[in-house]
């Protein structure tokens, strides 16, 4: 006997291409395929979901926790994990007031790290994204303009944080933003230009609101190349910001309000006390607001940490200690054809001398390993070897005979 003419009312396939139908209100059809893909979609939101909006206090990592994962992978910077680790497990709780019935309110409290390049700023955000339980994504604020001008929007922060959230925006509403060379937003002169900084101030003065709180009305896929969408509203009260920024030549602002350069009778027994080498770590307010931030944007940035510059035997550890260390990255490479690699400790130790002398940081390390490693990974899969040793006078000389020479900083 034939079967009825009937499709699925959803992806429209006949009955004879089907093992069979559930049947609906008003002649409605579901297959059986769609059926079991339906379920697996309500089953997805739903454990997103109750994962991102119905934390209990047990599931929140403590401050300890937080830091204690983050050393897995970051070297050194206890100060910046520790503020890092409180920031987080306090926007947790903040996201757990709402069931309170008392009338203090927490307010959040955003973050600004300084510290040199490759000292492991956006490292420090990526690795806390992993072991969070709500949305987060790092932005860079190079990219942003006043509204009208070439570039991004200052939405488009929101506009990446809804899509981390899968456009949930309930969840996006409770995430945490990490706005990468923040210090590139900084004015451009000592006093407020007259004409436009669209790069600059007026950056600054755009992300006021999404600092302190406001709702937003977010271009879901972005404002320039799709003018016509329709706008989400989302509030950022409840958004966590977290800034990093290297601010190179802030130094001088520190060492100028610490009044190092005096010398001779006037100098004071405090400036003996002065670590000259590492003035970050003096670093206040008034010194962002000398390098060119705005008072306001300050203000909405309240807890002000820095990282400490890596020396010798921080980028030692760098390179073999962390789970996803370079070295080890490397050989889980060659291992995957095969191949046992293994540096000679004096190779190390010549990959960290070379990273000092450019005055890369962190960073530096895998530019020059790379720089050693380009021809073996380019031969060795063609090779029968199983074994590959890195000798110091092999990295000399690959590092002796390319350009990355021209890296070195005078």
């Known amino acids: ?12 396939r006949p009955e004879s291409q ?52 983050l050393d897995q992978y970051v070297i050194g910077q ?22 309170s019935n008392d009338d203090v309110e927490i307010e959040k409290s955003n973050i600004i ?6 000292t492991g700023k956006t490292l420090l955000a990526k690795t806390i994204a992993k072991k969070l339980h709500v949305p987060f994504t790092i932005v860079d604020a190079t990219v942003l303009t006043e509204a009208g001008y070439v570039g991004e929007d200052i939405e488009s922060i929101l506009t990446r944080l809804l899509q981390v959230a899968d456009y949930d925006v309930k969840a996006a509403e409770r995430g945490i933003v990490f706005i990468d060379e923040i210090d590139k937003i900084a004015r451009k002169g000592d006093n407020p230009s007259i004409t436009r900084d669209v790069s600059g ?47 190179d030549g802030i130094e001088k602002k520190i060492a100028s309000r610490l009044n190092t350069r005096v010398v001779g009778y006037n100098a004071g027994k405090e400036n003996e006390l002065v670590d000259k080498h590492n003035l970050l770590q003096y670093i206040a307010p008034q010194d962002l607001k000398s390098f060119g931030l705005i008072p306001e944007i300050i203000g909405r940035l309240p807890i002000l940490t820095y990282l400490e510059p890596l020396d010798r035997t921080a980028l030692r550890r760098i390179l073999t200690e962390p789970k996803n260390s370079i070295i080890k990255q490397y050989t889980k490479l060659f291992k995957m054809d095969g191949i046992e690699l293994k540096f000679q400790e004096e190779v190390l130790e010549y990959i960290v001398d070379k990273s000092i002398e450019f005055k890369l940081g962190a960073r530096g390390l895998r530019s ?4 050693i490693m380009m021809d073996e990974m380019f031969e060795m899969p063609s090779k029968n070897e199983k074994k590959l040793t890195v000798l110091l006078p092999y990295a000399q000389s690959k590092i002796e005979k390319t350009n990355i020479n021209r890296l070195k900083i005078a």
Do not use: W
């Open 368 to 371: 020059i390993t790379e720089t």
């Open 201 to 247: 101030e007026g950056v600054q003065q755009g992300l006021l609101k999404l600092l302190e709180g406001a709702v937003v009305n977010v271009p879901p896929q972005g404002g320039r190349k799709h003018p016509d969408q329709k706008m989400i509203a989302v509030n950022t009260q409840n958004i966590l910001f977290v800034c990093g920024g290297a601010f």
């Open 78 to 99: 206890e100060e910046a994990k520790k503020f890092l680790s409180v920031a987080v497990y306090n926007h947790y709780k903040r996201l757990m007031q709402e069931n």
């Open 1 to 12: 006997m034939a079967k009825n003419n009937k499709n699925c009312s959803f992806c429209g």
């Open 113 to 118: 790290m300084v510290g040199y390049t490759g």
């Open 18 to 69: 089907v093992d069979f139908f559930i049947m609906g209100q008003d002649g409605a059809h579901i297959c059986n395929e769609c059926a079991v893909q339906a379920a697996e979609i309500v089953k997805e939101n739903t454990t997103k979901k109750s994962k991102l909006t119905n934390l209990k206090k047990e599931q929140v990592p403590k401050p300890i926790e937080i830091k204690e994962y």
